[in-house]
């Protein structure tokens, strides 16, 4: 396993590499979310390529940079395991070199939801992940479900610029009460871990009243907020009930709807969301 600090250097040492060839983009401290994105990659690839970069420019001013949780040594020991042949773990002077002054604004999808609520994030995403495609050149590249408002603003970058690759979406991983897995996860406490199952006893209460025939994506709405708040600890950012493709937010549900929270537990912001569709 190769690790790649420079652009230069990955552009001569990826060229002995067979296609197709995919990438996983990471911000480290990785766990078996990310883990699930290289096992697929390497299903679909003949090269596996993983990036480590925690990009500042898609964290707000108030936001948790300085502390997001960092562990290099562990993480290249997982890629290794995982027989990944090539790691881009760039600086990020490497990345935004002084003079650096483009940014990449993706429409309407991106200001909803995550983009209403973190100013400029996707801006920061859409311009390291055009970056990264345009660096690493995969055949496919692969990301989590779990940050579903992401996958779909990268879709719609990769299809407007002809970025050209396959944009894979893998299911989100769960601990074994439901949480869903993240690098975040790590600040929170034995109690935060308890008020964080909220959020899936939330997306669980929706799912099952989907199940039993309701359609009424306001009353859905108003059911998970009042489980939300009824945890002293959660304090909710917003609950949404939208279509899956537009994040239009629905009065009913008669296409795909996808079902996505922000709520902060003590000091940290967890997302989670399902897709409910029949
Ligand atoms: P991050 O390091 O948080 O930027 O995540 C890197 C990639 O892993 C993104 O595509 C995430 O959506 C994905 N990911 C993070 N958590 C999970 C999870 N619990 N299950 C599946 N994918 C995940």
Request: net charge negative.
């Amino acid at each position: 396993m190769k690790v790649i600090k420079t652009v230069a250097d990955f552009w001569a040492a990826q060229r002995g590499y067979p296609r197709p060839l995919g990438l996983v983009p990471t911000m480290g401290y990785l766990h078996e979310g990310h883990l699930s994105l290289v096992r697929r990659c390497w299903e679909d690839n003949s090269t596996a390529v993983a990036s480590i970069f925690v990009n500042p420019t898609q964290f707000g001013p108030s936001e948790d940079l300085s502390t997001y949780p960092r562990d290099m040594e562990g993480d290249l020991a997982k890629l290794e395991a995982e027989g990944v042949d090539l790691i881009f773990a760039p600086d990020a002077s490497e990345m935004y070199p002084d003079g650096f002054d483009t940014t990449i604004d993706v429409g309407s999808i991106a200001q909803r939801l995550e983009g209403e609520h973190r100013p400029g994030h996707f801006q920061g995403v859409a311009t390291v992940v055009c970056k990264l495609l345009t660096i690493v050149r995969p055949d496919n590249v692969y990301f989590g479900q779990k940050d579903a408002q992401q996958c779909l603003v990268i879709k719609r970058l990769n299809a407007d610029l002809d970025l050209g690759a396959e944009v894979v979406v893998m299911p989100t991983v769960r601990d074994p009460n439901g949480l869903a897995l993240s690098s975040r996860n790590a600040y929170l406490s034995d109690e935060d871990r308890e008020a964080a199952l909220s959020l899936h006893r939330a997306l669980k209460l929706a799912e099952s009243r989907y199940e039993d025939g309701v359609r009424d994506a306001t009353m859905m709405r108003r059911e998970m907020l009042a489980l939300l708040e009824s945890e002293p600890s959660a304090s909710i950012e917003y609950v949404s009930v939208a279509d899956a493709e537009t994040l239009v937010e629905l009065n009913s549900i008669e296409r795909p709807a996808l079902v996505s929270m922000a709520v902060r537990i003590g000091k940290v912001r967890l997302i989670d969301n399902i897709v409910l569709e029949s």
